[in-house]
């Protein structure tokens, strides 16, 4: 079945430093399309950035991916980590049977010190 | 305006106890969905309804049930609470493939 592994379960890093959250998926549907969602603390979970065309980079509040459809990947980057980044990412993609909404990661907590 | 609204917000319950989390979206989204959160689990499909007066089995919907009404709102229902089912849950409803989310529901079995 649809599947998304998030490798990290918790990144910490020093403000100003560049941030990478690894995302990969399986699925049997040529068009998936990936996204990234962010959970701050006490309020509800948001799209951050959706997947454009196989290659094309998608960027959003200074975040960025690209998704590569022969490495089944879709990770998240930023150049420089601010510290309101501190929250929870999901990686998630649409699933074969589209009725049944997104297919979720674990997640990826982030953590970003001054 | 919040257009995904949970309540309660939190919520403590006994085991063995009926709990009743409900939601309401302004959205006009014909697909809502219950989703758990729980630490190392990520976000998990307990069910999810596409069209008032019908609901579908998640990918955890053992222990829970739902009910859609109307469009506007989709409730889910613990029974027969148990330990395992403190987490997180969330509300969402959803247009093409964005989800909009409810703010949660922290519920505590004891």
């Known amino acids: 079945g649809d599947s998304v592994t998030q490798k990290e379960g918790l990144v910490t890093l020093t403000e100003g430093l560049p941030v990478m959250l690894n995302c990969t998926y399986q699925?049997?549907?040529?068009?998936?399309?990936l996204f990234w969602y962010v959970h701050y603390l006490n309020e509800s979970p948001r799209l951050l950035l959706k997947?454009?065309?196989?290659?094309k980079r998608t960027e959003h509040q200074g975040f960025h991916a690209t998704l590569h459809k022969s490495s089944s990947s879709f990770h998240l980057q930023k150049s420089s980590a601010q510290l309101s980044d501190s929250a929870l990412y999901y990686c998630?993609?649409?699933?074969?049977?589209?009725?049944?909404?997104?297919?979720f990661g674990l997640g990826t907590r982030v953590s970003v010190f001054p | 305006e919040a257009a995904v609204t949970q309540s309660p917000r939190s919520k403590v319950a006994v085991t063995g106890g009926k709990v009743t989390l409900s939601c309401h979206q302004t959205n006009n989204h014909d697909y809502m969905y219950w989703y758990r959160q729980d630490t190392g689990h990520g976000l998990r499909l307990i069910h999810y309804s596409y069209v008032a007066d019908s609901t579908e089995k998640g990918d955890i919907p053992d222990g829970y049930k739902a009910s859609r009404p109307s469009q506007e709102n989709f409730s889910l229902i613990l029974e027969l609470a148990s330990l395992s089912q403190t987490a997180v849950y969330f509300c969402?409803?959803?247009?093409?493939?964005?989800?909009?989310f409810g703010a949660g529901t922290r519920l505590s079995v004891l």
């Open positions: 997947s454009s065309t196989d290659n």
């Open positions: 969402a409803s959803r247009l093409e493939n964005t989800l909009y």
């Open positions: 998630a993609l649409s699933p074969t049977n589209y009725a049944q909404g997104l297919t």
């Open positions: 699925t049997i549907y040529s068009n998936a399309f």
